[in-house]
Structures are given as C-alpha cells and as structure tokens.
C-alpha cells in the first residue's frame, strides 16, 4: 500500500534523493524547502503526487501550519522524515553565540517543532512512523564540529524518549545516523565559523582524514531508507555507512571501559545505603 510521506529539507541532498525514489515506487510525498522552485522537477515528473511546500522549520508557527495544510491535502501523514539541517564546521571556541543558536535552531528545533505538529495527527490515526535524520555524531564526536555533534546529541535524547512516549500510541520512532556521505552538506549547506588560528593544524589534520573511500554514496541509502519506513518493527537506531558502526563500536568499547575502571569511584559517590 502507498504511504503518505512528509519530509523537511526536500530542496537538496538525502531529501531530495528519498523524496524522488518514493514518489517512483507510488508513494505521496509532501516535499517541504525554503525555496519552492527547489522542487519545479518533482512537481514536473509526479504531479498531483507531490505536495510542494514552503516551510522554513525555525518557525514554530509556520511549521504547524505546514503539517495541518498536508494533512488537510493528503488526509493524513503515514510517515513524516525529519531530514531538515545543516552543517556547522569550526572548533567549539569559534563559534559565536549566533552560529550556536542558529544550528540549534535548525537542527534540533526545527525538528523538535515538526515531531510537536504531527503527534496529534498521528495519535488520532492511532499509527505514524517519525523518521529523525540524525548522525553517526550523534553518537560519537570528532573535532571541528563541536556544534552539530551537540545538536545531534540533543536529538537522540529527545527521540528515544519521545519513542517510550509515544509507542502505545501506535507511533513509532527511528533514528537515521548517517557517517559522511557525498551530499551537499559539506559544501554548499555548510557553515564555516570565523577562523582562530590556533586551530589550523586540527582542521588541516579533519580535513585531510575525510578521504573519498571514506565517503558513502548518497544513491545507496535509497533502499536501506524504503526498507526502513516499510518495516512492521523498525529499529529505533540505524546506522547509514560502513565507517558508522565501526566508529561507534569502539567509542562504547571505550566508554564502557572507562566506566569500569572508575566503577568504585563511581560506587562511593553513592554514599550509605
């Protein structure tokens, strides 16, 4: 059966690609961008299929008006994909009070005020399943993006809560985190903070780890995403990428490691019991 899809952050990248290969399969799609003419070729090729919108996610108001014009359209929303973000490149001291509040504007409130307008909605279907495009950073950390790896920290804890909150509901919940892909989110939808020189030779050695071979390709995400949203128990995490799992995998061997070294530390802290 074809599902009705909303998915923030349609104009470029992952919400693009995701959005054309549902609307190919027969699925309908509510593709949300800043800039309407960002979808003219979906529009083209799928029709009434497509329901372009106008949305910027930092407006609380404008996003619930979104979802209730989508809702009102299409009767209902099966799956909604949080997708809407941006990168903010820089080490954690240079980054302005402006440009911390901005990524977190985006990146976790935007995505914060999408999930708060579709609950009802999906409360009321008694069934939804809220996809949050998250990252691997979201896990782990790596220099130079202190920034989106907090911002990415802070929606996983909002989601797998939200997820023991919502599931008697009929609502589910799934973090997408992916590792780095060949999208436009290292280059034209990046943000580059204001340069302190003492941090050249960390960024010189970031960049110079970001090796093609360690780059995924975005095509290939198409049907881990569609085998993703057509599951009767989706998981609640999924990692996108070989360097993921990996990389996740040995920061919790660490963390874990680090837990038992201090465990009597730890213990005492308690007190009497």
């Known amino acids: 059966m074809s599902k009705t899809i909303l998915i923030t952050g349609a104009s470029r990248g992952f919400g693009k690609l995701w959005a054309a290969a549902l609307l190919k399969r027969g699925d309908k799609v509510a593709a949300t961008a800043r800039n309407l003419a960002d979808l003219a070729d979906l529009v083209a090729k799928y029709g009434d299929a497509v329901l372009p919108v ?32 941006y990168g903010l490149f820089g ?33 009321e279907q008694k069934s939804g399943h809220i996809v949050q495009v998250s990252s691997f950073l979201g896990l782990v950390t790596i220099p130079v993006l202190g920034i989106y790896n ?49 941090y050249d ?3 010189k050695a970031f960049a110079e780890s970001a090796t093609p071979d360690i780059i ?23 990692l996108l990428g070989k360097i993921a799992y990996p990389a996740v995998k040995e920061r919790y061997e660490q963390r874990l490691a680090s837990f038992e070294e201090w465990a009597e530390v730890s213990a005492a802290a308690h007190g009497n019991s």
């Open 54 to 85: 106008q949305l910027d996610v930092n407006s609380r108001t404008d996003v619930f008006a979104a979802v209730e014009k989508v809702n009102e359209h299409f009767g209902r929303i099966d799956v909604v994909i949080n997708n809407a973000g």
């Open 91 to 123: 080490a954690v001291e240079e980054a302005t009070e402006q440009d911390a509040r901005d990524q977190f504007e985006t990146n976790f409130f935007g995505l914060l005020w999408v999930t708060q307008a579709v609950l009802p909605i999906m409360r």
């Open 150 to 198: 907090a911002t990415k920290f802070a929606v996983e804890g909002l989601s797998e809560t939200l997820a023991s909150e919502v599931a008697g509901f009929g609502i589910k919940v799934s973090l997408i985190e992916p590792n780095g892909f060949s999208t436009d989110w290292m280059g034209a939808s990046a943000i580059q903070t204001q340069a302190i020189a003492a």
């Open 201 to 203: 030779p960390i960024k």
């Open 216 to 238: 995924g390709d975005p095509a290939a995400t198409v049907e881990p995403i569609l085998r993703l949203i057509d599951a009767a128990n989706p998981p609640l995490r999924l």
